[in-house]
């Protein structure tokens, strides 16, 4: 039986060919932030465990070490936690009285529901409309590939022309947007995610990108007590671990929030920030 | 079961994931992992008793996610993994593997010890195996001759190594 990850992969490599382990773990780490993209609810997370056990393994670790550690991680802890309960526990039978005094209340609630809905009806309320509207309006995902530079198409089939003609459409034009990535740095797709309150867009890169990840929530805050920096017209918060370069800061009522694999490229993809038209 | 009995099966099913999501993350800091690990399981531990439990994965990684990016904020150097990426081969030729010839060959029968394997790997597996321990053939040259991609050669051998590892501590035991 072949596993959900080598299926992914199979299909990655219809696009793009792997040759070597460099390369394949490229391939996963962008197929892990493809499921860093959707919300939570949505995300493959027996494909993320089978990822991230292949990208171990392929990264030279000792896997089987890193899980005995979590083993005596997991021990040590629930000791932790049983010795702090035995130090604060109440009486049992104390606790069984406080469990079955909810149910009252429970009842109660679930009785005002009822009447609330027969009298919804009786008011000429269709709730299953109304339910069906509330379910319509859950976030909307548009998924618009740049496989073919000339054309962006998205999944309903709405094609642009260019990224002001998408950024114009999808009512981000006030947005900063990368208008040109730095070299070494192609642009894969890009997702929108409509949460209501908000819009999420990702710019999904090709692996091995200098620009690993871009990301804005519009509006979105960013607050922070850290030191920030100047890059350009920005005051950003800037950070720097294992050779990832990042930034996150506020424009217009957006939050964006960036990585780039040097310096350069995250000052160049800042500075290249403009308008949709 | 009562919430305590609960809360512990949940520790025990969900730790071992979640400490390699965060060691990956966190980019091989064992001690950060644990800090953060701590995090997540003592805020899913005051908020049990309000808690959704019908998706309780989306939630432990939504809260690993919110901790980790506390954690990095606060820890500004990290230490890099055990193995540089640039000594993963890139080569056809030269790839590299975790797994190496002398483990499986080491004082022991070969002839025994590939019988033993051949009989515990799927009659395909074992030809991987074959093409990779037994005709020495470098990865680009299976996938030339199986016709496989690269990433489905890898895969199946991880797989297939992790497997003839455990025949091969049967012999040793």
Not at chain 1, 84 to 111: E, G, S
Not at chain 2, 43 to 55: C, F, G, P
Request: hydrophobic share 40%; glycine share 4%.
């Amino acid at each position: 039986m072949v596993s959900k990850l080598e299926q992914k992969l199979t299909q990655y490599e219809k696009s793009t060919k792997i040759s070597n382990d460099k390369e394949l773990i490229d391939a996963i780490e962008w197929l892990l932030s493809e499921q860093d993209a959707l919300p939570y609810e949505e995300r493959d997370y027996d494909l993320i465990e089978e990822a991230l056990d292949t990208l171990l393994r392929l990264q030279g670790l000792d896997v089987e070490d890193i899980d005995r550690s979590s083993l005596q991680w997991t021990v040590a802890y629930l000791d932790g936690v049983n010795t702090q309960k035995r130090a604060t526990l109440d009486k049992p039978a104390r606790r069984r009285r406080i469990k079955t005094k909810w149910i009252f209340p429970l009842v109660a609630v679930l009785t005002l529901l009822l009447s609330a809905t027969v009298a919804a009806y009786a008011y000429g309320l269709d709730l299953v409309s109304m339910t069906a509207d509330m379910i319509e309006r859950l976030p909307l995902k548009t998924w618009i590939h740049n496989n073919d530079k000339d054309l962006i198409v998205s999944q309903d089939g709405s094609e642009y022309a260019s990224l002001d003609e998408f950024a114009l459409a999808e009512d981000i034009s006030e947005l900063l947007i990368p208008k040109v990535f730095p070299e070494g740095s192609a642009l894969k797709s890009i997702l929108v995610t409509d949460f209501g309150e908000y819009k999420d867009i990702r710019f999904l890169m090709i692996p091995g990108s200098t620009i690993s990840s871009f990301s804005i929530q519009n509006p979105g805050k960013f607050e922070t007590e850290l030191e920030m920096v100047a890059i350009g017209n920005h005051h950003v918060y800037m950070y720097n671990y294992d050779g990832i370069y990042g930034a996150e800061f506020e424009f217009q009522g957006g939050f964006y929030s960036i990585e780039a694999s040097s310096y350069d490229a995250l000052e160049e993809i800042i500075l290249g920030l403009e308008k949709g038209e | 079961m009562d919430d305590m009995q609960e809360y512990e099966v949940v520790v025990k099913a969900y730790s071992k994931p979640l400490y390699r999501y965060c060691y990956h993350k966190l980019c091989g800091d064992r001690c950060l992992t644990e800090e953060t690990l701590n995090d997540v399981f003592a805020v899913v531990y005051q908020k049990w008793d309000s808690l959704n439990k019908t998706n309780i994965r989306a939630y432990l990684y939504r809260v690993a996610d919110n901790c980790i990016k506390h954690n990095r904020s606060m820890h500004q150097k990290y230490y890099i993994h055990n193995r540089s990426l640039e000594e993963i081969s890139s080569t056809d030729s030269g790839d590299t593997l975790y797994c190496t010839d002398e483990y499986f060959l080491r004082d022991i029968d070969e002839d025994k010890a590939i019988e033993r394997i051949k009989v515990a790997l799927p009659p395909e597996d074992f030809k991987l195996f074959s093409f990779r321990y037994i005709h020495k053939k470098t990865l680009m040259q299976i996938v030339t001759e199986t016709g496989l991609p690269y990433s489905s050669v890898r895969l199946r051998l991880q797989r297939i190594e992790e497997a003839a590892k455990k025949e091969m501590a049967i012999i040793f035991t």
